[in-house]
Every structure is written in C-alpha cells, then in structure tokens.
C-alpha cells in the first residue's frame, strides 16, 4: 500500500503551508520537516503526502498525468476543498462536478506549482 506521494515544489515554506492549511480539516499535519523534504499527513504509520525540492537541484516539473487525488468523504466536501484549495492560491483545472453518473464526482486544481490535485467521492 501507499507510504507517501512526493510532489516537487520550488518553494518549501509555500508548499508547506498551502498542503498543512488544505488538509488540515482532514487532521493532517506536518509531521516531519528534512529541510528540503516535509511529510504531511495524520501518522508516520498512514498515508502521507511530501513537498520536496528536487534531489538533483534542478527546477521542479509537474509530470503531464501525474495527479495526487485526496477523497474527503462526500460530494458536499469535494466541492468545499476545491473552494479552499482555491482560496489557497490554486487555479482550477476542473471545476467540481459529476464525472460518471451516479459513480464519481470530482474537482480538480494546480497547486502554486502547479501540481494537479483532485478531490473525489464515490458514489
């Protein structure tokens, strides 16, 4: 199973704050800071996500597909993150909405990166 995503950032103490502010409702926290690597996430022992700045010292990119999806746990709460993810700096990258008739509602956005973030619920 899934220990943590890493998603690369150029600015730590930006990153840090937008995912630490974002998913803080969901009882995440910063958990562990490496200077250039941070750990977000309820328990060492759970899922986390990580902000990092790239080992190699190059800038970041955001990979064309690549997507960190975060289920807050109803429709009603995807649509509130996306509005907060927002509030937070993001840009939209699909407003929320219902995707598969009654099967999957989503809300997509790019962090101050521009890495993209989804928030989804099923059913």
């Known amino acids: 199973m899934i ?3 890493t998603i690369g950032v150029s600015d730590m ?3 840090k704050a937008f995912y630490g502010n974002l998913l ?4 995440a926290k910063e958990l562990l800071d490496l200077d ?3 750990f977000i ?3 060492m022992s759970a899922p986390m996500l990580a902000v990092c700045t790239p080992y190699d010292g190059q800038p970041n990119h955001p990979g064309n597909g ?6 807050p746990g109803s429709k009603e709460a995807v649509d509130a993150y996306y509005h907060k993810a927002i509030e937070l700096g993001a840009r939209c990258d699909g407003e929320p909405g219902q995707r598969i008739p009654d099967q999957f ?3 997509y956005v ?3 990166d521009g890495n993209k973030v989804g928030f989804f619920h099923f059913g």
């Open 3 to 5: 220990g943590y995503v």
């Open 13 to 15: 103490e930006k990153a």
């Open 24 to 27: 803080a409702d969901l009882g």
């Open 36 to 38: 250039r690597i941070a």
């Open 41 to 43: 996430g309820k328990s």
């Open 66 to 71: 690549n997507m960190v999806a975060l289920n």
């Open 105 to 107: 509602y989503g809300a």
């Open 110 to 112: 790019r962090d101050p």
